[in-house]
């Protein structure tokens, strides 16, 4: 097919390409090639397809060795993509449309094209056709005249757009500045707007900390704050919520709100929806193919656009970009079918600064208890403790437990394949065959290196391993991060199905409430004041839990209607008045 109007993607991955090893087997098979005609060539060190003449047959995928090729079948009419990596490689049609003075959202899978399409409406990335020609600003405008970005590409085009962005990866924040958090702070604020904003996140007390020595939670509220700090048109985020409680992530998102009240344009990636939707006015959903190719849908209601992905089809478009709905449901009550499984005593741990006690409690068998409580409350030391990794004031506690630990930092320790990290880590290879390639799509990873996996690959495939280990207790610290919806959704389902499996327990420490419902049967809620002293409480029922959490923090959560997500309502909202006088903070 011609550019407009293509049926399908030819993708190759040419860090899995090798003609030279397998004796360019795809071109020998190709039945176009064979014909006479040349579909498949290898003009360099890695082939080429060309989409006019491939069939979509699938041969050369199968017969690749290297798993190097993807045909893929388009699932929406696409005119011309706004932006290709080069020849075979990824694709993105259409873009969001910036709103001045609003919060625009962008839900979608990781790999689809949302970081892509922010970069080219921020001025950062200039569009290159599939032969990597500079397309330039004329081809956007041309591209979408007649709608809203066309008078923005002529803004852009003319006057330039300042813009400022907060990544996904704060670690490399740390990597790249050695210094306080003051002076990384004091260097990004060009609005003399310093005493404001580290009042508004809270950061006075760690001004004179190394960036290097700052809690997780600590360094993404310094990202945030530094790229508000910057004087800018254009704000993008890139989930902002990750490492953060529901009461930073709730500050957050005012901030974020605040922005576009003064007039600027600010754009969204959060995989929380629950933060999602309370932040954003409009939403844009990226569909498509990881790797391949992202479509923009039409921009939205954010409560259409989150229940549209949500239920995988676009009314507007008409399309239905996923075989299943993402579905949630009103859960019973937790009861106690299975026989008590583990006992922890009450313990106290104390440092020179802080202090955390912790009522004893029991865990049930086949049973995943979440952990609930803000930052620097002590639930990252009451994991150790439990896992037997620190002393607590009186010894070192000792359950008796075989346990597996995912922590929450994640890091590839050794330059080794996924496949090779798996081999090496899996000691139930049955069950990761059966649960964890199948819910957490990890084959299409096995000959990636480690170290160069993103984020959420990177947090797939520890989950996935520390879940298939012989454990009698799993220990799971944020194991969210990085993952989009899909994937946490997915990541949930795997590990309630394995503890379910294997009659064992797990404990989860994770801020994202959806994620929270959708896995946990009880909960343990944390109280008392960040950073000086925290108590844990004995594990509750869900709704008992949940209502007392939330109500810490003046938050409502009700489920939607349509899709039974929990949704947390606007301040002072008809419901949030009516469920607060009621007592009720979320619904079970």
């Known amino acids: 097919m011609s550019k407009e109007g293509r049926i399908r993607i030819a993708i190759i991955d040419e860090k899995k390409c090798y003609p030279e090893k397998c004796g360019s087997l795809c071109a020998k098979v190709c039945p176009i090639n064979r014909s006479g005609k040349q579909c498949i060539t290898i003009p360099g060190k890695t082939a080429e397809i060309s989409e006019m003449l491939c ?5 050369c995928t199968h017969k690749c060795p290297f798993n ?19 020849k075979n490689r990824f694709k993105l049609y259409g873009l969001p449309i910036p709103v001045k003075g609003a919060v625009v959202g962008l839900i979608g899978s990781n790999g689809i094209g949302k970081s892509t399409a922010l970069k080219v409406l921020s001025g950062k990335l200039i569009p290159k056709t599939e032969d990597n020609e500079k397309q330039g600003y004329n081809f956007l405008i041309e591209i979408f005249k007649g709608n809203e970005l066309q008078a923005y590409f002529e803004r852009l085009s003319k006057e330039g757009i300042k813009a400022s962005f907060k990544p996904q990866d704060i670690n490399k924040v740390r990597e790249s500045f050695n210094g306080k958090v003051e002076d990384l702070l004091k260097h990004f604020d060009e609005k003399n707007n310093l005493k404001q904003i580290t009042s508004v996140f809270d950061l006075k007390k760690i001004l004179q900390s190394k960036v ?4 997780g939670g600590e360094l993404q509220m310094v990202s945030i704050a530094a790229t508000m700090l910057k004087d800018a048109d254009f704000y993008f985020f890139d989930e902002p919520a990750s490492y953060l409680d ?5 500050a957050v998102a005012r901030a974020i709100r605040g922005l576009a009240e003064k007039g600027k344009y600010v754009l969204v990636v959060e995989h929380d929806l629950a933060v999602l939707d309370y932040l954003s006015d409009f939403v844009h959903v990226l569909f498509g193919v990881k790797g391949a190719y992202g479509v923009v849908s039409s921009r939205m209601s954010v409560l259409n656009g989150i229940n549209q992905y949500l239920e995988g089809h676009l009314k507007a478009e008409n399309i239905v970009f996923r075989d299943k709905e993402l579905s949630f ?7 106690k079918k299975c026989k008590e499984y583990f006992n922890y005593p009450s313990f106290e741990k104390s440092y020179s600064k802080f202090k955390l006690q912790a009522k004893g409690g029991s865990i049930m068998e086949c049973e995943v208890v979440g952990i609930l409580g803000p930052n620097a409350i002590g639930k990252t030391t009451f994991v150790n403790v439990i ?22 930092y994640i890091k590839a320790e050794k330059d080794e394949t996924v496949l090779e990290y798996v081999m090496r880590n899996v000691t139930d290879m049955q069950l990761f065959s059966s649960e964890a390639e199948k819910r957490l799509s990890l084959k299409e990873l096995y000959e990636n290196k480690m170290t160069e996996l993103s984020g959420g690959e ?6 996935a391993t520390a879940m298939c280990k012989d454990a009698d207790l799993f220990l799971l610290d944020e194991p969210s991060a990085f993952l989009d919806v899909e994937e946490r959704l997915n990541a949930a389902a795997f590990i309630k199905s394995v503890i379910e499996k294997k009659n064992k327990a797990c404990i989860v420490v994770d801020h994202d409430l959806l994620f929270q419902d959708c896995l946990c049967d009880r909960f343990i809620v944390f109280e008392g004041e960040p950073a000086r002293f925290g108590l844990a409480l004995e594990p509750k029922a869900k709704e008992e839990a949940m209502n007392l959490f939330l109500k810490n923090f003046g938050v409502t959560f009700r489920r939607d209607a349509q899709t039974l997500r929990p949704r947390a309502n606007k301040p002072n909202s008809v419901k949030d008045r009516e469920q607060k006088k009621a007592g009720k903070y979320y619904y079970l």
């Open 246 to 250: 529901v009461k930073e992530r709730l």
């Open 55 to 59: 069939t979509g047959c699938g041969i």
């Open 329 to 335: 449901s009103k859960v019973a009550a937790f009861e």
């Open 212 to 215: 290097s020595e700052i809690s």
């Open 68 to 86: 190097a090729i993807r045909i893929v079948n388009l699932t929406a009419k696409v005119d011309v993509p706004v932006h290709s990596y080069g």
């Open 387 to 408: 896992a037997g990794s620190i002393e607590h004031n009186n010894g070192v506690f000792s359950s008796g437990l075989k346990l597996s630990y995912k922590q929450q």
């Open 458 to 463: 990177l947090q797939k495939v520890l989950v």
